[in-house]
């Protein structure tokens, strides 16, 4: 056998390639990193617009989310005072650039969280910070705020976003734009005609207690939100995660202090 033909030189020829495709596939990935990050803060910001109807995945061409994303400002909420965080606070918890922060990720990071007692919406803790998506009209006041909601469903988490109106009670729109359910039974929880029964519900009662609830299937009252028959475990937590964020451990102290003016301060209510 010529040591052409040997098994050590095709051991050799193998190894090599190998590595050169190796180190081929890790260029292209490295490369191509913050291309993928942009397609993914691209598609947030797209899910944002749906949240807020202001992007119609239909009709409308993706060229123009840069633009209507532009009237959004994004701002840190501190969970513990229920204000608007101060740069000390954010700066004092090492966060970055609001727009890469990861609120799911935060409560499952220990220096960023505090343990919850009874996790019903399967977050992990409470999260010291949240964020707010405002959306301004064309004389630059708020006409609405967009909140990122998450929590267990029946497969894994769902992530969501949820539109209110600047009186602080009226929903806008919902928009469940990740999440593990079965195709055809859980998932249609983003089905448009489904997250339509939400646009208009009252989050809270006078007194300041919930009043919004998504429902068991056939079961809803005035003001609630009927549940998918058939995904009854998945409306669970959808509802279980609408509760936490709306309570008094999401975002409940932030609104009221807002509605009293009082987030700017930076020392809660
Ligand atoms: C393969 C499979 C996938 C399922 N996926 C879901 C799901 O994504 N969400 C859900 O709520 N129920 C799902 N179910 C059904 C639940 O087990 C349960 O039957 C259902 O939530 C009950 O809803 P109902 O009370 O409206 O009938 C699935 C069941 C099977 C067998």
């Known amino acids: 056998m010529s040591a052409k033909n040997s098994n050590a030189s095709t051991i050799v020829t193998a190894l090599v390639l190998c590595l050169v495709c190796s180190v081929l596939v890790s260029a292209v990935a490295v490369g191509l990193k913050s291309k993928q990050q942009d397609n993914a803060r691209q598609d947030l910001n797209k ?9 119609n995945p239909q009709t409308d061409s993706t ?14 909420i501190n969970l513990e005072t229920g204000a608007y965080a101060t740069d000390e606070e954010i ?10 922060y990861d609120v799911a990720k935060a409560a499952r990071t220990p220096n960023l969280s505090t343990p919850l007692e009874n ?9 010291k910070f949240s964020k707010v998506y405002l959306a301004k009209g064309a004389d630059g006041n708020v006409e609405e705020l967009v909140l990122p ?8 988490q769902i992530y969501g976003l949820l539109t209110l109106d600047k009186d602080l009670n009226t929903i806008k729109g919902v928009n469940f734009y990740q999440h593990k359910e079965t195709p055809g039974l859980g998932s249609r929880i983003t089905d448009e005609p489904w997250r339509a029964l939400w646009v208009d519900k009252q989050l809270y009662n006078e007194d300041g207690s ?6 068991k299937a056939g079961t809803a009252k005035e003001g609630q939100v009927d549940g998918i028959s058939g995904a009854t475990l998945t409306i669970r937590g959808v509802n279980n995660l609408l509760q936490f964020w709306m309570g008094e451990n999401g975002y409940k ?17």
Not at 149 to 156: N, P, R, S, V
Not at 258 to 268: H, I, P
Request: no cysteine; proline share 3%; glycine share 16%.
């Open 149 to 156: 909601i998450h929590g267990a469903g029946l497969w894994g």
């Open 63 to 76: 060229s123009v989310i840069a633009e209507r994303f532009a009237s959004f400002d994004v701002r840190y």
């Open 47 to 55: 899910n944002i617009l749906i949240a807020a109807g202001k992007f």
């Open 253 to 269: 102290p932030f609104l009221d202090n807002l509605k009293a003016n009082k987030a700017d301060s930076g020392q809660g209510a």
């Open 91 to 100: 700066a004092a918890a090492g966060l970055g650039d609001v727009n890469s």
């Open 210 to 215: 919930m009043k919004m609830a998504v429902t």
């Open 119 to 127: 996790d019903t919406a399967g977050i992990g803790g409470k999260p």
